[in-house]
């Protein structure tokens, strides 16, 4: 079996949606990488030939580093690429192996729905504040972490619904 999740299948229209949100989370996390190179060449730039450190490049640098990481985090989820140990996996028999990975399913999808929900909370609560030197609303940075949370307990359900029905095509998981 594939593990590969443009095969991923038994969702129907929820498998495109998954992968045009992965697609766009790839875009928007290419471009903050970019943007994040060029400002921290800025930054050099500024501090050994301006001779003057642009100071709101390290907070807007920060900001962008959330994005990259907690998005990159709901891709891998989404595409099992994430850090995962499957030798006791591996070494049990096929039905103890789906119950474990309904119980990996479910606390993934557990811990997505807490950050999520915590996630939220957190950028709510900060959002009246600004980031110091760049004056955006400092919820920002919780924000990220927000949305990874949404995803990782989508793709985990997705991943769950696969497995009840039989249809999961990851490779440690299926025999």
Same mark, same amino acid.
């Given at each position: 079996?594939?593990?590969?999740?443009?095969?991923?299948?038994?969702?129907?229209?929820?498998?495109?949606?998954?992968?045009?949100?992965?697609?766009?989370?790839?875009?928007?996390?290419?471009?903050?990488?970019?943007?994040?190179?060029?400002?921290?060449?800025?930054?050099?730039?500024?501090?050994?030939?301006? /001779? !003057?450190? %642009?100071?709101?490049?390290? *907070?807007?640098? =920060?900001?962008?580093?959330? +994005?990259?990481?907690?998005? $990159?985090?709901?891709?891998?989820?989404?595409?099992?690429?994430?850090?995962?140990?499957?030798?006791?996996?591996?070494?049990?028999?096929?039905?103890?192996?789906?119950?474990?990975?309904?119980?990996?399913?479910?606390?993934?999808?557990?811990?997505?729905?807490?950050?999520?929900?915590?996630?939220?909370q957190l950028t709510a609560f900060k959002w009246k /504040? !600004?980031? %110091?030197?760049?004056?955006? *609303?400092?919820? =920002?940075?919780?924000?990220? +972490?927000?949305?990874?949370? $949404?995803?990782?307990?989508?793709?985990?359900?997705?991943?769950?619904?696969?497995?009840?029905?039989?249809?999961?095509?990851?490779?440690?998981?299926?025999?």
């Amino acid at each position: 079996m594939s593990n590969n999740p443009d095969h991923q299948t038994g969702l129907g229209p929820v498998d495109a949606l998954f992968r045009g949100i992965v697609y766009l989370c790839r875009v928007i996390t290419g471009v903050a990488l970019v943007s994040l190179t060029v400002l921290l060449g800025y930054q050099v730039f500024g501090r050994y030939v301006l /001779n !003057d450190t %642009p100071t709101w490049v390290d *907070p807007l640098s =920060l900001l962008l580093i959330m +994005l990259i990481a907690f998005l $990159g985090a709901g891709i891998g989820v989404y595409e099992h690429t994430h850090l995962s140990v499957v030798m006791m996996r591996q070494a049990v028999t096929a039905r103890i192996r789906t119950a474990m990975v309904l119980l990996t399913d479910l606390m993934m999808a557990g811990f997505g729905g807490l950050m999520m929900w915590y996630g939220w909370q957190l950028t709510a609560f900060k959002w009246k /504040n !600004d980031i %110091p030197l760049i004056g955006l *609303p400092e919820g =920002l940075r919780s924000l990220p +972490l927000t949305i990874c949370g $949404g995803m990782i307990l989508v793709f985990a359900l997705g991943h769950l619904v696969r497995v009840l029905l039989g249809r999961d095509t990851r490779a440690d998981s299926v025999e």
